[in-house]
C-alpha cells in the first residue's frame, strides 16, 4: 500500500532530459549527504518528540539539499548561528525584530533569496540549515520551545524565515513583491519560493502566478514538493490540482518536471535561464527513505505514533538510517 | 478543582446529532481530523463535502447550499474562517442572513502554532458583522450543546469551538442556552465576567478571592452577539468596586468591549479592568506560557482584583488551583497544533 496510493507520477512524459554533466561528482555526494542528514534528523526529532511533520523530510529531503546545498547563491555563513530567543512581535519604531533570513547570509544584489512558503515544512528547513552550517548543531532542541524562535510553524523570526506563511499561499505573492523590488533596482540575483502542492489550492497563488508572468518577473523562481499528499490523505482524493504542469505553464511562466529525488534533475532544472518566470515541479514520494510511513496511508501529513511497537519499528529504521 | 476530561467532544456527539438532520452537511477545507469530523466524514460520505485548501471558495459553495435550503457546517481553524475569507463571509454569506454554521477551532492562544493559528481578533471582526450570530463555548458540555443552539438560529452562526481534550465544568443537564450568561457566583464587591477557557482560568482564582472576603459576581458569557441578557446589566450595575472582563482574546473588540459599550451606554461608572492580549500578536509557545507572558492567567486576575482594590491579598502562585496541563502531544489531536 502507502506509495501505490500515490499517483503512479504521470509527470513521464513532462520530463524533460537533464544534463547532469552540470554538476560534478562531488557535489551530488555532497547534496545526497545533506538530503540523508536531513531525513535522519527529522526522524531522530520526532521519535524524541513523539510526533512531527516526517513525512514533508521524505518527499523534500532533495529539494532543499539541493537548494542549500549550492543550487541556491545564498551568502555565506561564517559559523553555525545560535537559534535565537524570541524577542518580541514586530513593533512600530522598534527595529531590533530580526527576521530569520540572517541564516540564508548577507543579502546582495548578486545573491538569491529563498522564501519559504509552507511554514509547517519548518522542522526539515532547520534541519537543512544545520546540515549546511548555516544553524547550529543542537538547533533542533529549541524546537517548539517556550520562548523560542524555532518555531514549529515557522514565522518571519525563525530561522531561514523571513516572511510569515503559516497561513499558506501567501509567500509567492510576497516574492513577486521582492522579485519587483529587485528588478527595479536592476539586481542580478534570483528570487526563490519553495512551496508545497497543496498551496496551489489556493487562488491566491493563482493570482501570484498571473501577475508574476503579467510583470514578467523573469528572476522569480518557484520549486514545489509536489508529494500529492495534504492533511487529508492524497491531494486526488481531497481537491485534485493536475494537470499541474499544463496549468502553471497556461499562466505564462516556464515549468520544468523532475523526479524531485534526483539530485541531477533538480540542479539542472535550476540551471534554466528563461525569459519567463519559471515553476520547477519536484515530484516526489512522501515515504522516500522512510519505506514504513507507507502503513499509515492515506494520511501522512503528521506522525505520532499509535503504539510502543509501532514506536519500536521507527527506532528500528533509524537505527538503520545510521547504520 | 479537578474536571471531567472529555475527548474529543465534538466527534460523535455531531454525528449522533446529525442523524435526524439530513439538511446538515459537512464542508472541510483539509482539516477534516484536525477538526473532529473524520468520523463524520466517514459515517455521511454523501453529506461531507471536501473543499481542499480554498477558504474563500468554500465560503461561496456554503453561500449556494444555504440558499438552496441546505445547512452547511464549515469546519476548519478559526483563522481560516475570518481573515482570508473575510470578504467572501461578508457578502456571500452574511448580507443574504444565509443559514451557514461556522465551526473554528484553536481559539486565541491555544496553539503554539503561531500568529498564522492564533485566532485573537475574531470576535472584533466578526462582531462588526451585521446578521452574525457570535457563540463561544467554555466546556465540554458547551461543546456538545451548542449545536442545537447554533442550529435554531436563522442567519449566519460562528462557533468558537474547542477540541481534543476539554474539562466539563458544567453539568450535562445544564446545557448551552442562546444569549444567556450562566451565574457562576454572585457577590457585590466585584463583577467578573469570562467567557472561553478564561472561565477554567478565572475559576483557579475566584475560591481564593472569596475566601478573603471579596463578594463576586461571576457570569460566564458564551453568546458574544446577540449581548443584551439582562443578567449581564444587572451584574455589572451590582459591582462596588469594579468590573473585569476575561478573554482568550485581545482587549479590543472582543467580550471587554462589548461590557464596555453596555456600561457606557447604561451610565454605569464603576471601574473596568479588561484582562486579555494588549494590542499585540503573539507567537508559537505552550498555552500555558502565552497565558502567563500574556497575563491571561489566574494570577493576572489575582493582580488585577489586587489593583483595583488598591491593596495586596497576599495571595501566592502556590495557592492557585492546579493549572490543567496541557499536553501538546495528546493522542486526542491530530498533530501537536
Ligand atoms: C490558508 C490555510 N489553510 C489551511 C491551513 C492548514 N494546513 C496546514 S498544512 C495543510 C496542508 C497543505 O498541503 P501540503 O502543504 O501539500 O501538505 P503536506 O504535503 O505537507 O502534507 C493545511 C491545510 C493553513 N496552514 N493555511
Ligand atoms: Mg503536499
Redesign the interface.
Known amino acids: 500500500m502507502g506509495a501505490c496510493l500515490f499517483r503512479s507520477i504521470s509527470y513521464a512524459a513532462e520530463r524533460q532530459l537533464m544534463n547532469s554533466a552540470v554538476a560534478d561528482n562531488a557535489d551530488l555526494q555532497r547534496m545526497e549527504t545533506i538530503a540523508h542528514g536531513i531525513r535522519k534528523r527529522v526522524l531522530s526529532h520526532v521519535l524524541s518528540?513523539?510526533?512531527?511533520y516526517m513525512s514533508q523530510a521524505c518527499s523534500a529531503a532533495e529539494l532543499l539539499a539541493a537548494l542549500y546545498g549550492g543550487v541556491l547563491k545564498l551568502g555565506p555563513v561564517e559559523s553555525p548561528i545560535d537559534p535565537p530567543q524570541?524577542m518580541g512581535?514586530p513593533k512600530i519604531g522598534e527595529h531590533t525584530y530580526q527576521t530569520g533570513a540572517q541564516f540564508h547570509g548577507p543579502k546582495g544584489a548578486n545573491f538569491d533569496r529563498l522564501i519559504v512558503s509552507p511554514?509547517h515544512y519548518a522542522l526539515v528547513v532547520y534541519a537543512a540549515l544545520i546540515e549546511t552550517g548555516r544553524l547550529r548543531e543542537d538547533g533542533l532542541e529549541y524546537f517548539?520551545?517556550?520562548?523560542?524562535t524555532v518555531?514549529?510553524?515557522g514565522?518571519e523570526?525563525s530561522p531561514g524565515f523571513e516572511t510569515?506563511?503559516?497561513?499558506?499561499?501567501q509567500a509567492l505573492s510576497q516574492a513577486g513583491g521582492i522579485a519587483l523590488a529587485r528588478k527595479l533596482r536592476g539586481e542580478e540575483g534570483r528570487t526563490w519560493v519553495f512551496m508545497s502542492d497543496?498551496?496551489f489550492?489556493?487562488?491566491?497563488t493563482w493570482e501570484a502566478l498571473s501577475a508574476a508572468s503579467f510583470h514578467n518577473l523573469s528572476s522569480l523562481r518557484i520549486i514545489v514538493d509536489v508529494n500529492q499528499a495534504?492533511?487529508?490523505g492524497p491531494?486526488e482524493?481531497?481537491?485534485a490540482i493536475e494537470p499541474l504542469a499544463e496549468r502553471v505553464r497556461s499562466f505564462g511562466w516556464d515549468v520544468s518536471v523532475v523526479d524531485g529525488h534526483s539530485l541531477s534533475e533538480i540542479i539542472a532544472a535550476s540551471q534554466s535561464d528563461t525569459a519567463k518566470p519559471h515553476a520547477i515541479l519536484c515530484y516526489t514520494d512522501p515515504v522516500r527513505g522512510l519505506p514504513i510511513l507507507a502503513e499509515r496511508a492515506p494520511?501522512l501529513?503528521?506522525l505520532?505514533f499509535?503504539s510502543t511497537a509501532e514506536r519500536a519499528k521507527y527506532e528500528d529504521a533509524y537505527k538503520e538510517m545510521v547504520q | 478543582m479537578s474536571y471531567e476530561i472529555v475527548t474529543r467532544p465534538h466527534q460523535q456527539n455531531f454525528i449522533d446529532w446529525a442523524k435526524d438532520k439530513p439538511e446538515v452537511l459537512v464542508l472541510s477545507a483539509d482539516l477534516t481530523n484536525s477538526c473532529e469530523v473524520g468520523k463524520w466524514r466517514d459515517t455521511y460520505p454523501t453529506r461531507f463535502f471536501s473543499m481542499g485548501m480554498a477558504e474563500q471558495n468554500m465560503m461561496g459553495f456554503a453561500a449556494g447550499l444555504a440558499r438552496e435550503g441546505f445547512e452547511p457546517w464549515l469546519h476548519t481553524f478559526s483563522v481560516f474562517l475570518y481573515r482570508r475569507p473575510l470578504d467572501q463571509l461578508q457578502m456571500s454569506i452574511a448580507y443574504p442572513a444565509l443559514k451557514v454554521r461556522l465551526v473554528g477551532f484553536l481559539p486565541g492562544i491555544m496553539t503554539p502554532g503561531g500568529v498564522t493559528h492564533q485566532a485573537i481578533e475574531d470576535i472584533a471582526i466578526l462582531r462588526t458583522i451585521p446578521n452574525m450570530t457570535i457563540l463561544e463555548v467554555g466546556d465540554a458540555t458547551e461543546a456538545q450543546s451548542v449545536l442545537d443552539v447554533a442550529h435554531a438560529v436563522d442567519g449566519p452562526v460562528y462557533i468558537r469551538m474547542l477540541r481534543g481534550e476539554v474539562s466539563r465544568i458544567f453539568p450535562v443537564d445544564e446545557p448551552f442556552k442562546l444569549n444567556t450568561a450562566r451565574i457562576l457566583s454572585t457577590g457585590n464587591d466585584l463583577t467578573l465576567i469570562t467567557s472561553g477557557i478564561a472561565t477554567e482560568e478565572a475559576l483557579r482564582a475566584v475560591p481564593l478571592l472569596q475566601g478573603n472576603g471579596l463578594g463576586i459576581t461571576h457570569l460566564h458569557i458564551s453568546t458574544h452577539k446577540p449581548f443584551d441578557d439582562p443578567k449581564i446589566l444587572a451584574a455589572l450595575r451590582s459591582a462596588k468596586h469594579g468590573v473585569i472582563t476575561m478573554e482568550n482574546h485581545s482587549v479590543i473588540g472582543g467580550l471587554g468591549s462589548a461590557v464596555a459599550e453596555v456600561m457606557a451606554e447604561n451610565s454605569i461608572s464603576a471601574p473596568l479592568s479588561r484582562i486579555g492580549l494588549q494590542d499585540t500578536y503573539a507567537h508559537g509557545a505552550s498555552q500555558k506560557f502565552l497565558m502567563s507572558e500574556y497575563g491571561l492567567d489566574a494570577k493576572a486576575l489575582v493582580e488585577r482584583v489586587e489593583r483595583i482594590l488598591g491593596k495586596k491579598l497576599g495571595i501566592q502562585e502556590s495557592d492557585l488551583a492546579e493549572q490543567r496541563s496541557i499536553n501538546v502531544h495528546s493522542s486526542a489531536k491530530v498533530e501537536a497544533l
Not at chain 1, 144 to 148: E, H, I, P, T, V
Not at chain 1, 201 to 204: H, I, K, L, V
Open positions: 518528540n513523539n510526533g512531527g524570541f512581535v511554514a517548539n520551545r517556550d520562548g523560542s518555531e514549529m510553524i514565522a523570526h510569515t506563511t503559516g497561513s499558506l499561499a497543496g498551496e489550492q489556493e487562488g491566491q495534504q492533511c487529508d491531494m482524493t481531497v481537491m494520511t501529513h503528521y505520532r499509535t
